[in-house]
């Protein structure tokens, strides 16, 4: 059949759909029959690794990424598995090799980036960071993840650490304004802790993050009564001076009511999510007494209710907190620092590191379980959060050594055991 009558048949759909099957099987079914064997293969690699089989399938799949230069599947697979078994120096070599055919790619710089950082190499991470930096199109203002990220891989490689934390505060800042719109609007501990108690509703776990939340409770009623307080100060101090205040002096009155009205909501929502877990305890007197509380702060507990986010976002918004109150703790963690009260730009370091690294690690606890028992994550989804819980716990183990805490050190690296992986290991 030639091109002139594959042309007069294209008048009807259906023939020409016909004919354009007939030619594409001519031309791809001698590749597909020279690739079937190896996706056979690879396969069956996957299968000895999920197996235990570790060295024999990496073996396996090294022949057949020889075999596939092209098969992109095959390729970050290798990378992967060379990575999280001890060969993170091939799996870097592998993606320079692919770097050399694909020098723009972001892919396999990022890949590339996660090999260092397995291999424990932060400066070389921070360095393939800047040359990822460099490709991505650049804008005057950053989004608050890319702060986040930036953030933390510059605290991995040490590398100016006050900007790091100046970053990490921005990116803090933005979240905290809109992760869960403007009706939701309180500091990221707190949207953390909310979303996680939550969380923790479906899977039974309220016990995971009760002790977080009554502490996070405790410092924003504590915070309410200082502002409270300035407010009353000032006022008397100004009016010593001349009644009524200033336009000044007004507008420094307005911020701190401004301030108290933003903790009042903080602890409404803090306290109503504590009262709904307390009614599944069936601990009517300890949710009674907080829905009271609300009342006195000026809030309706059922209207409160209604704001808090759904269920459906509420696994995203705990993530997404963790992973900047992780990126601060370590930040903090690594800013030099004295004695444990020691403040640097106002903030007391390895104290806010140890409480951001705590609520981080409430939080992916709940996850964690929550991931584990959903229906909607795959194993290999399970276990990327599950390294990423460890990697939490590290952070904290590193803060609490600094601030001399051998027994939460010791507590937190048997965590880390329990969870699989090696606690002086690359846990990033």
């Known amino acids: 059949m030639n091109l002139s009558q594959v042309q007069k048949k294209s008048d009807h759909p259906v023939a020409t759909a016909l004919t354009l099957i007939f030619f594409a099987c001519l031309v791809f079914a001698p590749v597909l029959i020279q690739h079937e064997p190896l996706r056979w293969q690879a396969a069956q690699a996957m299968l000895q690794y999920d197996a235990g089989n570790r060295d024999d399938a990496i073996k396996s799949l090294q022949q057949i990424a020889l075999k596939a230069p092209d098969d ?19 799996a870097i070599k592998h993606c320079e090799q692919q770097l050399v055919r694909n020098p723009d790619s972001q892919d396999w710089l990022e890949l590339r980036r996660h090999a260092e950082c397995e291999a424990g190499d932060f400066k070389a991470a921070w360095q393939t960071f800047q040359e990822l930096k460099t490709i991505r199109t650049q804008r005057v ?31 803090v800042s933005t979240a905290t304004s809109r992760s869960a719109g403007a009706d939701f609007l309180v500091p ?27 502490r996070r409770i405790e410092i924003a009623e504590r915070a309410l009564e200082d502002r409270e307080n300035s407010v009353g100060a000032s006022l008397a101090q100004y009016s010593v001076k001349s009644f009524p205040p200033s336009e000044q002096q007004e507008s420094s009155l307005d911020e701190m009511r401004s301030s108290i009205e933003f903790r009042r909501r903080e602890l409404a929502f803090l306290m109503v999510c504590r009262a709904l877990m307390f009614e599944d305890l069936d601990q009517p007197e300890r949710c009674d007494l907080d829905r009271a509380q609300v009342v006195e702060l000026g809030f309706e507990p059922q209207l409160v209710a209604d704001l808090l986010p759904d269920d459906s976002v509420c696994n995203a918004l705990a993530m997404r907190a963790v992973a900047y109150l992780d990126t601060r703790a370590l930040v903090l963690t690594k800013m030099p620092w004295s004695e444990p009260d020691d403040l640097i730009d106002g903030v007391s370091t390895i104290k806010d590191a140890i409480a951001d690294a705590s609520i981080a690690v409430t939080v992916s606890e709940v996850i964690d379980h929550f991931v584990r028992t959903s229906s909607d994550f795959s ?38 055991e329990s969870l699989g992986y090696d606690p002086d290991g690359n846990l990033y």
């Open 379 to 416: 194993t290999d989804e399970q276990n990327r959060f599950r390294k990423t819980f460890a990697a939490v716990l590290h952070h904290r183990v590193m803060a609490n050594r600094k601030a001399g805490n051998s027994d939460a050190v010791n507590s937190d690296r048997q965590r880390i």
């Open 141 to 171: 203002s950053r989004t608050s993840d890319e702060l986040n990220e930036q953030a933390y891989f510059r605290a991995l490689a040490d590398e100016d650490l006050k900007t790091a934390a100046a970053e990490i505060q921005t990116a």
């Open 188 to 214: 990221l501990p707190s949207q953390a802790l909310i979303a996680a108690g939550l969380l923790s509703r479906r899977t039974g776990s309220q016990s995971v993050v009760l002790p977080q939340l009554n």
């Open 72 to 90: 992109g599947y095959v390729q970050t697979r290798l990378v992967y598995w060379l990575s999280e078994n001890g060969q993170a120096e091939k």
